[in-house]
């Protein structure tokens, strides 16, 4: 180092260490105390949150109640009322060892009684628990002693690790004497979450308010685990429907934070509300939106027309349309963001009209005419209609939209009533899950190496045998075309400036612990 | 009169029969799973069917039918499929809110109408006739959901003069409540005010070319009170039966309303129920607003009685 | 001479024209619109009214223009037909109730009233719940919840002349049912049934919009009114132009309905001469 540079040099470290040290008081400091009211875009459907499968009911219900175990902020596994737990050599025993002291809202204390209670109320058929099936393969639940509980299995299934740790339905551990004795029709749930239920006004508001003897655990804050403080007084989640009337509620200063901003909003947001000092941020989630194409009904059954399909969709067109471009490019039900996920499932087709015309020629499509089902439901899913429809068009494909309601469209997808079909699904951190619906489309019947890949990959949580055998999975995708998966979704939200340390978790929960309001 | 109210009373019975058997049937036509829509993705066939027999979906709809109607009666409208509470705990939850709304939309709307009406038919075919009719007809005109989001817009963001969500109870708190609700109540206000405007034109009308006025006219009496205590209560008697029928609007334009000010009403609760295939939340619903609605022309029906002497009753 | 009193009334004969201009619009659709109305061109989404646009684009690049001019057909068309389809059954059933009267009249009214006893917009949400969302299924859903109110007018009439001794007379002299209500009783309720009628072309319009609103209307891609103003209001704090022109077609024509309905009210209620 020359002498001249070092003066410089010196500068530098010493603007730099000012800067370190000025902007220190500016981030941190917590502030205790107020409401934030937040604007959600539709109602929790019901307090118990064993009974919906509502992503929403998770998301609010995720500050009262506490998973056994929970996703971090990548979609691993983490520990939170389990402290650890344990998986025998031939994986039929799992056996938990739980956090001691921690307390129900009433006071009581959590113990291996109310796991047990847990996980076989999810399993009896009087609860409408609706992915009772992931639970299945339990044999019987044995407490113990009072912090360890063991679940004893029929056979070798690790994914239901990751059914217990899911997003929604929230498979909260409840208290066994509360539910007992509210009996079946739940009115004020208890938990062990840093927030406790305050009430239920529906279409008007849910209020929680901080449980003061909660006692967070250690460790950096992570998805669902890691430290939980309750900042906030009160969380108050306002359900407001009508998008326009959401985001003038926040210009307005009536909601501190708004969860879903509309993708076509997103430029005003940035151009004109910054400056009434309201702050947008947005991710990209695992979530992603796909069309699926039946691989037994006529013209669609065709391999050589699936793929001259792939050939003629620009994923550019489809981004835009249904996304307004707020997300990613991705190819695979392996998301980007998932622990599984490697460039492999990258691979795709890339436009060629050329080609596509030559495999409709070779398929010998004579101008049939192709249904896509879609829901009018999700804004998103008529753009990927809109945007497919196009752009099969422009290669000479006829097809037509079939526009239903959502408990139609639902029906024709459990029912093997659709050719090509729209929907977008949510964080799947176990791709094996995410597989299933390979099981509606004919997928699995035609080509059985599928299932068995799910089998396999089930029965173990080996990363790389697992990285394997999803590579192999998209690699069938690739050759037999059963979707087209497009993007994975940007989440958008926006909030007033004065509310500080809130973050959009991209697996899609809102998560308002660590979360406060500057006076 | 006794007699004709006992009559009125009597051919309520049937209607109402005929009421419930069509919302059942109605609601029970909707295609769609609502298990499968409850349960979500990936639920399996055995606890589908398992909630369908609880939920007694199984049954050959007659028996349906009976058992719902059976329970109604006892006022047992059945439990929310989605939200596993009883409906009628919601109803009264929301009945509430919708009551107060269209109450309120009533009042703006009769404050609105009758001396709109009234001078309209005074200053008949004058340019004042013209320009209160028009403006009335153009309340009645534009889309509800596009006015309220326009009024939103104006009143509530670019004045700040009202919240533009949320609700609060106006019997909590009168003044802050009245606040929340009287942009939707205005904006549903205006469809009732333009046709209630135009009845009391032209009973007005009617009215002041009868004899008795010219008598009272020519008694001396001043012109105001001429128009008020003779010309409006006679014709009146139209007009309120315009209001029973009109409440009904009122009651419908509520599910509009409601959506666009986040009100937590019935018509919010029946559009969600709807979306969910929430069978019996969708029928309680539909059957309680029909309900208040038949009740509401009953009492209108009844009190025309006052106004309008001339009718006979057998 | 019914013309003439209509030119006199000026407010009348401006609905007049008003509706006679849609009614030209829906059906010259094709020819005056610019663009495809369903045509996406999703790369030009939110365009601001221009030469090329003169309504501005949608939020998929549609061109708003056209599908205003097309939506004047699908609104003209379901409101022309639901009204046809309450004119016609209504009518039916009023005649039939208040000619025969007794017992059938009895049946007959309390299913109407049991029609009636729900509000209109709610027992059409609820069809459309059923039926599920198509231009048809609108129209005839529209269709039903008007039928009482024909029918009740209608009825009422009948009932008075069937005791009138015309009535009576041509009866004896061998007229058919069917002739005499045709003859006599609808001639003499024309003047409420054309009212009533121009109002519920007005209220179908308004009614479509609505049921668009609330997700029950014609499925999307179908550029009716009600679609296309329900569509644009998620965007209408970003992009007014997509609301605002749908908007007052929408008045306009609904403004020209009930102007032309109130000016015949005048007109043919001889009591108000």
Known sequence: MKKGTYPVFLALLIASVILAVSSTPLAAAPQRGGTLNIGINTDITAIDPHTTTAAITASVMGHVYERLIGLGENLELVPVLAERWEISDDNLQITFYLRKGKLFHNGQEMTADDVKFTFDRIRTPEIKFGRKKDFADIDRIEVVDKYTVRFYMKKSNLSMLYSMAYLSPLVAVVCEDEVEKQGEKMTNPIGTGPYKFVEWKPDRHILLERFEKYVPQPGPKNGFGGERVAYLDKLKFIPITEESAATMALLNKEVDLLVYVPFGMVEQFKNNYAKKGIVLEEKTSPNWGEIQIHMQKPVVENLKFRQAMAYAIDRDIVLQAALKGHGTPHSSWVARKNAYYTPFHDKWYEKDTAKAKKLLKEAGYNGEEVNISVSKKYPMHFGIAVAVQSELQAVGINAKLKVMEWANLIKAMYGNDFEILICSHTARPDPVTAYFYMKLNGMEEKYPRMAQIKEEAAGTLDTQKRIALFEEAHQMCIDTVPSYVFYNQNIVQAWQDNVKGYTIWEAGMQRYWGVWKEK | ?314 | MFMRKIYKNKLGLAGFIVILAFAMLALAAPWVSTHDPLKADVMNWKAPPSMDHFFGTDEYGRDIFSRVIHGTRISMYISFLSVLIATFFGVSIGAISGFYGGWIDNIIMRFMDAVMSFPAILLAIGIMAVMGGSIYNVTIALGFVYIPRFARIIRGSALSLRQKEFVEASLALGSSDFTIIFRHILPNCMAPLIVQITLSLAYAILAETGLSFLGLGAPPPAPSWGNILSDARNLMLDAPWMTVFPGIAITMCVLGFNLLGDALRDILDPRLK
């Open chain 2, 1 to 314: 009169m006794l007699n004709y109210s006992i009559r009125r009373l009597l051919y309520f019975i049937p209607t109402l029969f005929i009421v419930a058997f069509m919302v059942f049937f109605l609601v029970r036509l909707i295609p769609g799973d609502p298990i499968q829509v409850m349960l979500g993705d990936g639920a399996n066939p055995e606890t589908i069917a398992a909630v369908r027999e609880k939920m007694g979906l199984d049954r050959p709809l007659p028996i349906q039918f009976g058992i719902w109607l059976g329970s109604v009666v006892k006022g047992d409208f059945g439990t929310s499929i989605q939200t596993n509470r009883p409906v009628l705990q919601s109803i009264r939850e929301r009945f509430p809110v919708t009551i107060t709304l269209t109450t309120l939309a009533l009042l703006f709307s009769l404050l609105l109408s009758i001396p709109t009406g009234m001078l309209a038919a005074v200053y008949r075919n004058t340019g004042k006739d013209y320009f209160f009719m028009l403006l009335t007809i153009l309340g009645v005109s534009a889309p509800v959901f596009w006015l309220g989001l326009l009024s939103l817009l104006v009143f509530s963001v670019k004045l700040g003069w009202f919240p533009s969500i949320g609700f609060v109870p106006i019997w909590e708190d009168f003044w802050t409540g009245l606040t929340y609700l009287i942009l939707p109540a205005v904006t549903l206000a205006l469809h009732m005010a333009a046709v209630v405007a135009r009845m009391t034109r032209s009973s007005m009308l009617e009215v002041l070319r009868l004899e008795y006025i010219t008598h009272a006219r020519a008694k001396g009496l001043g012109e105001g009170k001429v128009l008020i205590k003779h010309a409006l209560k006679n014709a009146f008697g139209p007009t309120l039966t315009t209001i029973g029928i009109q409440y009904g609007q009122l009651l419908g334009g509520a599910v509009i309303t409601e959506s666009v000010f986040s009100l937590p009403g019935l018509g919010r609760y029946v559009m969600v129920s709807i979306h969910a295939r929430d069978y019996p939340a969708v029928q309680g619903c539909i059957l309680f607003m029909a309900l208040i609605y038949v009740v509401i022309n009953l009492v209108v029906d009844l009190m025309y009685t006052y106004f309008d002497p001339r009718i006979e009753y057998n």
